[in-house]
């Protein structure tokens, strides 16, 4: 330090780099969240993590908003597997990864949403970090991060309404599950407990008999001729 001169390398200027963004409260419900990278794409989930893909793929890419009350934000949910969005770890540091999880009430799973202009938002977590597209790229399956606030526009997503799914109630009885990617293909049993894609046949490893639980309205799919129903191992809803 030096004592005051008066000269111009003792003069500064202060210039804002940033101003505050307007919080915005976009109404619970469903929405699918594009990328103002691309409207085509946007983000979803992929096993318990988050990245982004094209839109309109499948389930993976609609979530739920809902408010929580008492941090006046949000929780995102994914509508199928009923996850809540979150920072790895809980932490605050720029660059941790963003993933599904059981809600715990933590901050790094609650969300405030920034006016970014144009009908678009920034996402922020409670930890101070904004979600954020690995190196502003627009490939399938490009990870999503937790960073600093960078102005960049891979911080930028717009949230898109979505219709409530429309659930369907098939009549009980004998099935063969077809795949819509080939249809030659179905659901099939390999050895004795084990579900995978196969050739579409009329065998014992096709055939699926569907039966209604009335108590949680669905339905138990159980294998013809082993008598064993269909599940998800470990329970897991990863």
């Given at each position: 330090t030096y004592s005051f001169s008066g000269g111009s390398a003792q003069q500064f200027k202060l210039v804002s780099i940033s101003q505050a963004k307007e919080t915005?409260?976009?109404?619970?419900?469903?929405?699918?969240?594009?990328?103002?990278?691309?409207?085509?794409?946007?983000?979803?989930?992929?096993?318990?993590?988050?990245?982004?893909?094209?839109?309109?793929?499948?389930?993976?890419?609609?979530?739920?908003?809902?408010?929580?009350?008492?941090t006046n934000s949000y929780i995102i949910k994914n509508y199928y597997s009923n996850l809540s969005?979150?920072?790895?770890?809980?932490?605050?540091?720029?660059?941790?990864?963003?993933?599904?999880?059981?809600?715990?009430?933590?901050?790094?799973?609650?969300?405030?949403?920034?006016?970014?202009?144009?009908?678009?938002?920034?996402?922020?977590?409670?930890v101070g970090t904004y979600v954020d597209?690995?190196?502003?790229?627009?490939?399938?399956?490009?990870?999503?991060?937790?960073?600093?606030?960078?102005?960049?526009?891979?911080?930028?997503?717009?949230?898109?309404?979505?219709q409530e799914p429309q659930r369907v109630y098939p009549e009980e009885g004998n099935y063969i599950i077809s795949a819509c990617v080939d249809a030659d293909k179905a659901l099939a049993v390999s050895g004795q407990n084990n579900v995978q894609i196969g050739n579409r046949k009329t065998g014992a490893e096709n055939l699926f008999v569907l039966e209604k639980d009335t108590k949680t309205n669905s339905y138990t799919i159980r294998n013809y001729y082993s008598g064993l129903s269909m599940e998800i191992a470990g329970a897991s809803p990863a």
């Open positions: 915005v409260y976009p109404a619970e419900g469903l929405y699918t969240v594009a990328t103002a990278l691309d409207s085509g794409k946007t983000l979803e989930t992929s096993g318990s993590n988050i990245q982004i893909g094209k839109a309109g793929r499948g389930t993976a890419d609609l979530f739920r908003l809902s408010k929580d009350a008492s969005m979150g920072i790895a770890g809980a932490s605050a540091a720029s660059g941790a990864n963003i993933q599904m999880g059981t809600d715990t009430e933590s901050q790094a799973q609650r969300w405030t949403f920034e006016d970014a202009g144009n009908g678009e938002v920034l996402i922020r977590s409670l597209i690995d190196g502003g790229a627009t490939a399938d399956g490009t990870n999503v991060s937790a960073c600093a606030p960078t102005g960049e526009i891979n911080q930028i997503f717009r949230l898109i309404p979505a």
